[in-house]
């Protein structure tokens, strides 16, 4: 199997992974590979991108039945999981990660000079995936997101203020990092915020997130993630970005995700020219938490076309 700490009732149901890394020219990420003895989809595989402060881990039972259709490959970004971190001096900005994705699939996933691949991302994967699709559509030959439909916005007449917050804290540092006993506290700590889980959810995320430092466990991730990004775009930005998607795009609306309530999802919807919609129950980590086959069984009939 794997040496990737999870509770056994998540492992009764999957199937085998293994770890794998990719250098690219300045960070090398970390991710997990699930191997298909099937080719549905030809030679084109599936990569997955978590959400903010998640890692490849989020994945892990959607993955194994889209292993189903072809060879699967789930990324922990940068600063996430057992990825690297960007060097110091350096933010977190959302292009860089669109830039990883670019190197990524240019210099490790395709199999010839007119790959392709599918893209699969949560949240601010579902973001970074968004706008790779958008630049590069060559590239891709279908995408979706998972409780996410563009990047978050700002008005313009915040663009100083939001400079100026992220100033603040990049001087003001990140302070000493908590430290739990074990991972279990952190889990805990975890089950809670902006996006709640579940306990079997939170444990099956947290430990590849954590290492084992100063007598218990501290966060592995980069504390800048929390930071404030200096630079976010406008809607309309936001709008051109969704109306430069030509790839054949699955929309996964959540009911009770953090898109359930939100204000111009419908005109943001309709600037992708070729999107499906898919309503499934859950939270924002649908394809995680609790029953996640009408997630799991939406995208199977999307990537395969049925």
């Known amino acids: 199997m794997n040496d990737t700490a999870l509770p056994p009732k998540v492992f009764q149901s999957l199937t085998d992974f293994r770890e794998v890394d990719w250098q690219l020219r300045n960070i090398r990420l970390s991710g997990l590979h699930w191997h298909s003895e099937r080719k549905v989809t030809g030679d084109v595989p599936v990569l997955m991108l978590h959400g903010w402060l ?127 006993p074990d991972i279990e506290t952190a889990a805990k700590a975890r089950e809670g915020g902006l996006s709640p889980l579940s306990p079997e959810a939170a444990l099956t995320l947290i430990p590849r997130n954590m290492r084992q430092e100063q007598g218990g466990y501290v966060w592995r991730t980069d504390s800048r993630l929390r930071h404030p990004t200096p630079l976010m775009m406008s809607e309309d930005q936001v709008m051109a970005s969704l109306r430069a998607i030509t790839t054949p795009t699955l929309f996964v609306r959540a009911e009770s995700g953090l898109l359930a309530n939100h204000s111009g999802l419908d005109e943001r919807g309709q600037a992708i020219e070729n999107l499906k919609v898919a309503h499934v129950p859950g939270g924002h980590h649908c394809h995680l938490d609790g029953d996640t086959c009408p997630v799991s069984e939406a995208i199977k009939h999307f990537l395969s076309d049925e």
């Not at 990883?100 to 395709?110: C, F, I, K, P, S």
């Open 54 to 180: 998640d890692n490849s881990l989020t994945f892990i039972k959607l993955a194994p039945e889209l292993a189903a259709l072809t060879e699967v490959y789930a990324v922990d970004m940068a600063g996430h999981g057992k990825s690297g971190h960007r060097p110091v001096g350096q933010s977190y900005l959302l292009m860089d990660y669109v830039a990883d994705v670019a190197e990524l699939v240019e210099n490790h996933l395709l199999t010839n000079e007119k790959g392709q691949v599918d893209l699969v991302g949560h949240s601010l994967g579902g973001i970074a995936c968004a706008l790779y699709a958008a630049a590069f559509p060559e590239r891709v030959r279908k995408l979706i997101m998972i409780d996410s439909l563009g990047a978050m916005s700002r008005p313009v007449d915040q663009t100083i203020p939001q400079l100026r917050r992220a100033i603040h804290k990049r001087l003001a540092g990140s302070g000493r990092p908590t430290v739990y």
